[in-house]
């Protein structure tokens, strides 16, 4: 049986892919390489993972405006994440994912640090849901 949790859809359209988890917020202009997708920042939680094809689940977004830039980058290269899910997602996220076409939702009625890294998960940023897939 599939658990499907509802928040609120800021950008719309359905992404899915196994999950990266972290409670701390991601930095995408300078956390992570915009070559390689790979989190760069020193001592974060997911430094060394790869956020391509994934599910991004984290707090919030971290750092300046030019994150929204660097999401754009990693869509043009093919390594953007294949939706976003936050805790609560500030203005760069949502610009950033706006541009970049990745589905974004936020503010879920679970806990975040619930979700597994690795289980597969489907974001459906229209309707506001995000679905753990068995």
Aim: glycine letters at 16%.
């Amino acid at each position: 049986m599939d658990k499907k949790y509802k928040g609120n859809g800021l950008v719309g359209g359905i992404g899915e892919g196994p999950a990266l988890v972290t409670t701390e917020g991601i930095a995408f202009n300078l956390g992570v390489d915009e070559v390689t997708g790979v989190v760069i920042e020193t001592g974060h939680a997911l430094e060394g993972e790869c956020v391509a094809g994934r599910v991004v689940v984290c707090r919030s977004g971290k750092g300046s405006t030019a994150g929204s830039f660097s999401l754009l980058q990693l869509a043009q290269r093919g390594l953007a994440p294949a939706a976003i899910v936050n805790m609560q997602a500030d203005a760069v996220i949502t610009a950033g994912c706006v541009l970049a076409e990745i589905p974004l939702v936020h503010r879920l009625d679970t806990d975040i640090a619930g979700f597994t890294a690795g289980e597969k998960l489907r974001v459906d940023g229209t309707a506001g849901t995000v679905e753990v897939m068995e």
